[in-house]
C-alpha cells in the first residue's frame, strides 16, 4: 500500500487541513507512515505567522528534498505555501508539488489533479482519537496590524452549518467524542443570520458529540449571549481561549485589535461570574513597534490580575506586507526577548499555583488513551483544559470519567478515578 508521511507546523486549523488531505489520501488507498523514510509522498504542511515558524519549515523541508530516493514525492501545503507559491520549487529543488492554504477549499480537485483516483484502491481511513477539529470559519477580515493570516487565508467566510453539521456527524461515526470548533474569530461566525452562540446550541444537539470546544475568541466580538451559551449545557467546556495580545490602550489601537483592556477585564469579570470555574486562556503579544517599557508593565498587570491557565506568549516578528512591518521604532530584539522572558516567568508561576489549587477538586476526564509508560495509567483532559492523569485498572479511550485531583506535576494533575 502506498504512504504518506505528514510534518504538520502552526495552529489547529493546520492540523485540520492534513486531516482532511490524509482523509482524500485515504480514499487513494494511502496509509499513514510515521516516518518520512520510504513513505511514497512526504508532505510538510506550514505556517507562515512568525519568521522562526517560516524558517523552521524551511529547514525540514530541505532536509526531505536533501533525502528524497526513488519516486518519493515532495508537497509543501499551508500558509508559507500560499505566501511563496510555487517560488518554493526554485528556492529548495525537489519539492514537487505547492498547495497554498487558500486551496483547501477546492483540496478534492486539487489532489484529483495531482493523483487521479485509482477505482481499485480501497479506502483506509481510520483513525484512533477521541477528539477532533472541525474548521466553521476560514479566513480573516480583522487585519491585525502584526498579522499575516488575512493575506494568507484569505477573506473571512462561515461555513454553513448543513457543512459543519455533516462533518460532525462523520467524525462521531469515527467513533470521536470531543470536537473543538475552529476559525480565527469564531465570536463573528454569521451564517443566514445564524450567529455562534445559536450555531454552538444547535450543535451540543447532535447526539454522540459529548464534549464541544472551540477557538478562537476575539474580545471585540464576544458577547454575553456566547458566555451565557456555553454555561447553559454540560456538553461545554470550560475552556475559553481568547488573546488579549497587549495591556496597554494605545498599543491594542495600533494593533487595530478594536478593544480596550477595559473591555477585556469586563469580559473576564462576566465569563468568572457565569463559569466560575473556567479555564481562560490567551496569546500575548510584546515588543510590537513602538511599545515602551511602562506599556509592557500593563501587560504584565493584566497576566497577574486575570491569572490565565496558561498563555501562549510571543515576540513581535515583522512580516512583510502587514501593516506593522511599515511602522518605525521596532523594538530590539534584544529588549523584546527581556519582555518575553519576564512575561513567561511570571506566566509559569501563575500557571503553576492554578495547577496546584486544582488539587482536590473533583474532575471530569475525556480519557484519551493509555498511558504508554506506566500501566493502570490513562491520560486525558478535564472539562477546562488540564492534562490529567488517572491510574485506574481498566478504562478506555473515549470514556468520561470523574476523579479527584490528588497531586499536580508539572502542567499535569495526577487523580484517582471516583467510582
Ligand atoms: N486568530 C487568532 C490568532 C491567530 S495567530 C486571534 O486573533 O487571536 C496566533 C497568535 O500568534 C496571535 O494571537 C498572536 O499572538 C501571534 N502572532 C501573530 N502574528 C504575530 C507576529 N507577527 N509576531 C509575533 N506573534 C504573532
Ligand atoms: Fe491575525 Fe487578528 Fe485575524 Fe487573529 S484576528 S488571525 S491575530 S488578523
Ligand atoms: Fe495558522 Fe500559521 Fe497559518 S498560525 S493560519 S498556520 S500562518
Redesign the pocket.
Known amino acids: 500500500m502506498p504512504t504518506v508521511y505528514f510534518q504538520t507546523f502552526g495552529c489547529q486549523m493546520n492540523v485540520a487541513d492534513s486531516d482532511t488531505i490524509h482523509q482524500l489520501l485515504s480514499q487513494r488507498g494511502f496509509v499513514l507512515s510515521d516516518s518520512p523514510d520510504g513513505s511514497d509522498i512526504v508532505i510538510v504542511n506550514t505556517c507562515s505567522v512568525r519568521e522562526a515558524a517560516e524558517k523552521r519549515a524551511k529547514s525540514r523541508i530541505a532536509e526531505f528534498a536533501n533525502k528524497k530516493s526513488g519516486g518519493q514525492k515532495l508537497w509543501v501545503t499551508g500558509c508559507m505555501a500560499q505566501r511563496l507559491g510555487d517560488a518554493l520549487k526554485e528556492q529548495i529543488r525537489g519539492v514537487d508539488l505547492v498547495i497554498g492554504a487558500r486551496q483547501m477549499e477546492r483540496i478534492g480537485e486539487v489532489i484529483d489533479e495531482a493523483l487521479p483516483p485509482d477505482e481499485s484502491a480501497p479506502a483506509v481511513f481510520n483513525k484512533s482519537a477521541v477528539t477532533d477539529f472541525v474548521p466553521v470559519m476560514r479566513g480573516?477580515d480583522?487585519?491585525?496590524a502584526y498579522?499575516i493570516?488575512?493575506y494568507v487565508r484569505g477573506r473571512e467566510h462561515s461555513i454553513p452549518y448543513h457543512l459543519v453539521e455533516t462533518a460532525v456527524k462523520e467524525k462521531i461515526s469515527q467513533g470521536i467524542k470531543e470536537i473543538t470548533f475552529l476559525g480565527?474569530?469564531v465570536n463573528s461566525y454569521n451564517f443566514e443570520g445564524m450567529d455562534f452562540p445559536d450555531l454552538l446550541l444547535k450543535l451540543a444537539e447532535v447526539n454522540g458529540l459529548e464534549r464541544i470546544r472551540f477557538t478562537?475568541s476575539?474580545p471585540k466580538d464576544c458577547t454575553e449571549k456566547l458566555i451565557d451559551a456555553i454555561a447553559s449545557s454540560n456538553k461545554f467546556a470550560t475552556h475559553i481561549h481568547m488573546p488579549f495580545q497587549a495591556g496597554a490602550d494605545r498599543i491594542l489601537a495600533l494593533m487595530n485589535r478594536k478593544y480596550t483592556s477595559g473591555h477585556y477585564r469586563g469580559l473576564i469579570e462576566m465569563i468568572r461570574k457565569k463559569i466560575p470555574d473556567a479555564d481562560i486562556t490567551s496569546d500575548i503579544l510584546v515588543g510590537f513597534p513602538t511599545e515602551s517599557g511602562a506599556e509592557f508593565k500593563e501587560t504584565l498587570s493584566l497576566v497577574n490580575d486575570v491569572r490565565f491557565t496558561t498563555a501562549f506568549m510571543f515576540a513581535y516578528s515583522p512580516r512583510e506586507g502587514t501593516i506593522a512591518a511599515a511602522m518605525k521604532e521596532e523594538i530590539s530584539k534584544e529588549e523584546k526577548h527581556a519582555r518575553l522572558s519576564e512575561l513567561i516567568a511570571v506566566q509559569t508561576e501563575i500557571t503553576r499555583s492554578i495547577y496546584q489549587e486544582s488539587v482536590g477538586k473533583e474532575l471530569e476526564v475525556l480519557i484519551s488513551g493509555k498511558q504508554e509508560k506506566r500501566d493502570e495509567a490513562w491520560m486525558g483532559q478535564d472539562k477546562g483544559c488540564k492534562r490529567v492523569l488517572i491510574s485506574c485498572a481498566s478504562a478506555e479511550a473515549g470514556m468520561i470519567l470523574k476523579a479527584r485531583a490528588i497531586k499536580s506535576s508539572g502542567m499535569t494533575l495526577i487523580a484517582e478515578r471516583m467510582l
Open positions: 480573516c480583522n487585519y491585525c498579522c493570516v488575512p480565527q474569530n478562537t476575539h
